[in-house]
């Protein structure tokens, strides 16, 4: 960017602008191009807000309703951990604690640091920031894993009038924190991270000049 | 989708091709050779830039033909069977998708359909794309659309995703009934191992190198200018 080149998201190819040109487009995939994400920050920020607020129902609602003979019984997620926990089940339960209520809040938390980092100039720890971003991309997609534990206990669990298990109205808060934290991590544009130092090191040649 | 329309404001293209910005943190520096199988990084982030992929295009083609099979089995049989008080009930991918569809979850329903079904389909159909485009010497644009967003399936294809969350259901099924797994959990667990084998050979480089560009007379770089820039 300090050079006036800019990347293709789409093909990695590095361009010049044509001057005067109002808008940008690669000249080897027709891209769009801009020097950073569009109101990334903002965007990041949003979905993240959007996501938090859906993170609460998706923990207090019972995402599976289990009805038997004998009456019926809602699990929220939590539960679902708890019911999961026996002597041969235990690793499982933790990988569900681990998907589906570790990396959704860490995820928050972590997207939500970088934005206020970046929002404040910090010019500290930029490699490990970028190395945060990138486990949060990594990571991220498993926590859609409750998803799909819900959707073929609820396929296979039909039994009526025995046994059957229909979904809870959690399980859409859920689903949307999920997507919601993908498109988060899709809107931040990690260069930002380096931008802060960037511009401080041109700003302390100028003043050394 | 603009893929006929020039534009006359579209960048013009750097003289030196070796040049690249890191996506991560667009720290501006020159490619270098890269020996086979080895790969370069980032000297200010570790990003890794690039990874000389040995004989990239003849595996990935291998390697994607035999996904699409894989993915037709996967889709076609069933994945899960339950055998309870003398019943039977067996799904597929897209069986449940459809039963959650029924119980009012229509929105995650529909999201279930596109991580699992959707996503995928796209992503290998797209590799098929590329790499029946690719053989030739130079490439169709089109090839280059696919190639631009494969990333995007590849970000929403989450079978291994699923496939841990089988094996979980299955766990907390097995104390009512009797889990059969069925063939398509096995297509499924192939076609993970498969597409992850493909992102280990397939190299985008290579194809975009030889790709036909949107803007054809701009193939030629001419930008003398930003070489000097960058070099002094």
């Known amino acids: 960017m300090e050079h006036g080149l800019q990347t293709c998201h789409g093909c990695g190819l590095l361009s010049r602008p044509t001057p005067g040109a109002e808008e940008n487009f690669c000249p080897r995939c027709d891209e769009e191009l801009v020097f950073r994400k569009p109101k990334s920050l903002e965007r990041t920020l949003a979905y993240l807000i959007a996501a938090a607020v859906c993170y609460v129902p998706a923990n207090l609602l019972p995402v599976m309703t289990t009805t038997t003979a004998g009456g019926s019984e809602s699990d929220t997620i939590m539960q679902g951990v708890v019911l999961l926990w026996s002597p041969t089940g235990w690793p499982l339960s933790l990988i569900v604690l681990f998907a589906s209520i570790m990396i959704p809040s860490a995820k928050i938390l972590a997207l939500l640091y970088l934005v206020i980092s970046v929002k404040r100039g910090s010019i500290k720890n930029n490699a490990q920031r970028v190395q945060l971003y990138r486990m949060v991309e990594i990571i991220g997609r498993w926590s859609m894993v409750d998803v799909f534990v819900d959707t073929f206990t609820v396929s296979l669990i039909q039994l009526q009038p025995l046994m059957a298990v229909t979904p809870g109205p959690g399980l859409f808060f859920f689903a949307a924190v999920v997507v919601l934290t993908m498109l988060a991590v899709e809107s931040f544009d990690p260069r930002l991270i380096w931008d802060s130092a960037n511009a401080k090191e041109i700003q302390d040649e100028v003043q050394n000049a | ?232």
């Open chain 2, 1 to 232: 989708m603009q893929t006929k329309q020039h534009h006359s404001d579209s960048n013009r293209p750097l003289a030196d091709a070796t040049l690249l910005a890191c996506a991560d943190c667009d720290l501006l520096q020159r490619l270098p050779e890269v020996p086979s199988g080895a790969s370069v990084r980032c000297p200010r982030c570790d990003k890794e830039l690039w990874r000389h992929k040995p004989d990239s295009f003849n595996r990935t083609f291998a390697l994607t033909l035999a996904a699409a099979v894989l993915y037709v089995v996967a889709n076609t049989v069933p994945m899960l069977g339950l055998h309870a008080v003398g019943r039977e009930a067996f799904t597929t991918v897209v069986g449940g998708a459809a039963q959650l569809w029924n119980n009012g979850q229509q929105i995650v329903a529909g999201l279930v359909l596109f991580a699992a079904v959707i996503s995928p389909a796209l992503q290998i159909s797209f590799l098929l794309v590329i790499v029946i485009g690719g053989s030739r010497e130079q490439p169709p644009a089109w090839v280059g659309l696919m190639l631009r967003h494969l990333e995007f399936t590849r970000t929403w294809s989450m079978i291994e995703v699923m496939l841990l969350g089988v094996l979980v259901a299955l766990t907390k099924i097995a104390d009512y009934a009797t889990v059969v797994i069925g063939t398509a959990f096995y297509a499924l667990f192939a076609l993970v191992i498969l597409l992850a084998t493909i992102q280990s050979c397939f190299d985008p480089r290579e194809i975009w190198e030889r790709v036909a560009w949107a803007e054809a007379d701009a193939r030629r770089p001419v930008d003398k200018k930003i070489i000097a820039e960058v070099t002094t």
